[in-house]
């Protein structure tokens, strides 16, 4: 097929916008969406410094691509990337994610399960089994970065979630029947860095040809934990729909933004967050993290 806007080989068909586009086109396409998307929730500002949370997967590596080209000519912003090694063998090897970085000349700072909360996802795994690896490791991952961005200056987490990501959020919330997480807006946490996400409205299957496209050695292990993800059976359940209904993605972005009013906005400590007892993180009491190791001590 030809490129929908040039006489060009197109790369993809968009079911959703009915188009063909070349590599040129279909990467100008990318980026439109990605820089949109950044001035229309005043995502980055003059003075800005924007961390990465960097796994060396394709979806972080091509957010880090984009933002380097984005910011580079930028005198008032700044860009690194930030590296979490849960421990989880044979898959996410650090190195990877720094080879990344320095291939694209951004500065990576990495830290680990262990050095950070002295333990590693796989010995948790042992203790406890597999069936909350994915709970336990999303929450501890999520303070990690916070923790090591806000230790070096960040006032940005750019995060790769794509509108697959997005979409299944918003569903998972309809299924739970979590109306808190559909309608509630925070204003700023102390401690708390605001995480942005630049590829909200690209497709999964876009953002990985744009990463192969245009970013080299990054990552393609798979999680072994990752079949216990409950977001495993959203995603089967939502793609199959979707290939009937291409238009149900974005249905359910636009849903979870146009749900969540300024009118409900909290600010943290109507939204009853304070900062943990024993940590200092930002949460509401003690902090998950902090129940999770008292969980898995018990397990000793
Ligand atoms: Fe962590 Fe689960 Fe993702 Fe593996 S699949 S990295 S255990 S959240």
Redesign the pocket.
Known sequence: MKCSKCHRDAVIFQRYSGLHLCGDHFVQDVEAKARRAIRKHHWIQSGDRVAVALSGGKDSSAVLYFLQTLLRKRRDTELFAVTID?G?RG?RDPACAAGVAASLGVECVCASFTELFGIT?DEIVRKRGDAL??SY??VM?RTALNMVAREHGATRLALGFNLDDEAQSVLMNVLRGDVDRLVRQMQPVPGLVPRIKPFINVPEREVALYAFMRVEGFDFSG?P??H??LRADVRSLLNSYAYRHPATKNALVNLGENLSHPETTETASQAGMTTCERCGEPCGGVCRTCQIMDEVRRYA
Do not use: F, Q, T
């Open positions: 849960e989880i898959y996802l690896s994915c490791c999303g991952r999680c934990y990752a216990n993800a």
